[in-house]
Every structure is written in C-alpha cells, then in structure tokens.
C-alpha cells in the first residue's frame, strides 16, 4: 500500500507546481502508444524528418500512418488524470504543463492554453514548412482520403506535415527554455505516464530535481528517474493522481 500523506503534504505547501506529462496519460484516453503493441509503429515504420523532407514516397507514407491514427487522437477524450492538473491550476498552483504529447487533450480539459508547453507540437494541425501556414488536421485528412496522397499547402504550394516534432527535427527552442526554466523554479514536478527515455524531453524532470524541487514519478513501469525521486507510483494514472492531489 502506498502512502500518500507525505508526498499530499509537499503538494499543499508547494507553491509552484510543475506537471510533465507522457503517452501514459493518453493512453488511459484510448489513444495508443506509439511505441505499444497497438501502437503505430507496430504497424508502420517511423519516418525521420530528413526522408520526410527527401522523399516524396516518405510523405505519402507519413500521411498514409496519420490517415489511420488521427480518428482515435480527435474522438479521444480528456480523463481523470487531465483534470487533476487543471484542478491544480484552479487552486494557483500550476504554473507550468510540460507535454510530450500532441493530442491536446490538456487544453481540452479546461486547462489554460498559455500554460501548456507541447515540446512535440501537436497533431491537431498541419503546418506548411515554407511559409508556416497552419491547418486544421481534419481539414487535410479530408484531402488526404479523397485522393491527395501527399498534400500540399493551399496557400503557397509547400509540403504539409502534421505540426508535431519528428525524429531527427530540431526541437522548438522557445518551449525547451520555458520548460526548463519552470523546472528550476518549481517546488514539485509531477511526472505522469512517461518513460522518461526519450530525451532531451525527459531531462526536465532530473532537472526540477537538482534545483531543489521534489520528484514524484506516476507511471505503469519503472523509469530511469526513479532511483532520484521522492516518491514513484506504480499505478493508473486515473486513479492515482486524483488521490494524490485530494
């Protein structure tokens, strides 16, 4: 049995509140993991940013995997673990959602769009990568199923890509310092349903650690973090973070 009265004490006195979040919560939201049996590389190999950019068979492929996995991302729904974190904004103490995921679902949940920091972009948009135009995902999958395998932007004649970051695409520089500079002036980091393996993402939480803050780890399996956290939860994150947070 886990004790939580500690850990509810350092959430009650902390005044700033750091929330980082992973696939893990997602998932609890029906959306697969995409490293997961299910998931969307068990059935599609992974396209690195520079094939994307170099190979015109790589982006009908890229947007051939998106046409199957959008459907579970849109119709999925925020879940207990989402509004816990907006119950910690309520209360003054969030002062920062640091996500690796693009599904939004955060903003969904009621959570203030200003506090959000998607260090992987979203999959809710596309984004033209010569003139930055964006467009909403439905709108090019529409496309993409009535025939245009690999869709140009509208406005300028540039290759789409979903606005999220791919493997081998610089990370964006403004989310990295924001979070990171969250992280050095939180007392708490709460790092939900990562693996806390795919870095430089899964730094932050170290981070918040070595600054002083306290680490509480929420996740299904063991992490690299764990030996430095203050308290690991092995748990559904629907079920575990409320009854931290209450």
């Known amino acids: 049995m886990i004790d939580y009265s500690a850990a509810r004490t350092w959430i009650a006195e902390a005044r700033s509140i750091v929330g980082f979040t992973g696939a893990g919560i997602s998932t609890e939201s029906g959306i697969p993991d995409f490293r997961s049996p299910g998931g969307v590389w068990s059935t599609a190999r992974m396209i690195e940013f520079g094939e994307f950019i170099n190979s015109r068979a790589a982006r009908v492929e890229a947007w051939r995997q998106k046409l199957v996995a959008w459907p579970a991302m849109r119709d999925a729904e925020p879940n207990a673990g989402h509004r816990a974190f907006v ?3 309520r ?8 996500t690796q995921n693009i599904d939004r ?3 969904r949940a009621g959570q203030s769009p200003e506090l959000v920091i998607e260090l992987h972009g979203t999959m809710t948009e596309a984004v033209c990568l010569s003139c930055g135009d964006r467009t909403p995902m439905d709108e090019v999958i529409a496309r993409v199923r009535a025939g245009e395998d690999a869709p140009a932007c509208l406005s300028c004649g540039g290759m789409l890509k979903t606005a999220t970051v791919s493997f081998g695409q610089a990370m964006p520089a403004e989310e990295m310092e924001r979070a990171a500079r ?8 709460l790092a939900v349903g990562s693996s806390l393996v795919v870095y430089p993402a899964a730094s932050l939480p170290a981070l918040a650690k070595q600054a002083g803050a306290r680490l509480i780890i929420i996740n299904r399996t063991p992490t690299p973090l764990d030996d430095i956290a203050d308290l690991v939860i092995n748990d559904e994150i629907g079920r575990a973070l409320p009854r931290l947070i209450s």
């Not at 969250?182 to 980091?189: G, N, P, Q, T, Y």
């Open 105 to 107: 679902l955060h903003q």
């Open 87 to 89: 119950e910690l904004e």
């Open 182 to 189: 969250a992280c050095l002036e939180c007392d708490v980091i």
């Open 91 to 98: 209360r003054g103490q969030l002062t920062a959602m640091i």
